[in-house]
């Protein structure tokens, strides 16, 4: 049981570049989320999903897309990177049960450079 | 909507000493509550959660927390820190919404001197 994995663990790109987050789960959640953790900021909700095929807009969506055409995987593209997009991004994946209290679970993290 | 507040970006203790790391929250629904530690460069994983009944909650490594609803609190503590309680720690809230997302404080990096 791999729980939440991501790929790639590290990526540098140039400014105008683009490129997709995978994350892969193992778990049946419905629930799938993608954060970015910036120093002092804690982390910020990009884009959520709470079932397959359907994703909306978190706290900070702007030059983010994603999509969930299957369950257990959530991607994140950056169609078009600005070295503001330089993070640290975490995918998160839980339960939609309402006995679920809400955990998260965490995948190991994503280490974007953008030049 | 729910906002977190985390007082002190650094904490540093000594090894065996208490620790105490402050969170303070707002949200217009009873939430539940989470803190959650982050190793260096490692992801997140779940320390303990407060969703309903008992106030006081216990988690790994000998941390707990008690959650304060007259002071919107949900402070954590560790009688006897240790080297290895060195991390970052990040509280967390969520109301009972469809979107079910967490909404984080700033985090507090713990550092525990020998």
């Known amino acids: 049981n791999a729980g939440v994995t991501q790929t790639p663990k590290f990526r540098v790109l140039k400014t105008g570049q683009s490129m997709t987050l995978l994350c892969a789960q193992d778990?049946?959640?419905?629930?799938m989320y993608w954060y970015r953790q910036d120093p002092g900021m804690g982390l910020r909700l990009i884009h959520y999903s709470v079932g397959e095929g359907t994703t909306a807009k978190g706290e900070v969506p702007d030059g983010y897309n994603v999509s969930r055409l299957k369950k257990q995987n959530f991607l994140l593209g950056l169609e078009s990177a600005a070295p503001s997009q330089t993070s640290v991004y975490f995918c998160a994946s839980s339960y939609s049960s309402v006995w679920s209290s809400y955990e998260q679970y965490f995948g190991p993290g994503t280490r974007l450079t953008v030049t | 909507a729910q906002s977190v507040t985390q007082l002190g970006s650094h904490v540093s203790v000594s090894e065996g000493a208490l620790v105490l790391l402050r969170c303070n929250y707002s949200?217009?629904?009873?939430?539940?509550l989470f803190w959650y530690v982050q190793y260096p460069n490692q992801g997140l994983q779940l320390l303990l959660k407060y969703t309903t009944g008992a106030t006081l909650v216990k988690g790994i490594n000998g941390f707990e927390a008690e959650f304060k609803k007259s002071e919107t609190s949900f402070h954590l503590t560790k009688p006897s820190a240790h080297m290895s309680d060195a991390a970052e720690y990040f509280c967390a809230v969520t109301p009972d919404t469809g979107r079910r997302a967490l909404t984080f404080g700033s985090g507090t990096r713990l550092q525990v001197q020998p």
């Open positions: 778990m049946n959640h419905e629930y």
């Open positions: 949200s217009s629904v009873p939430p539940y």
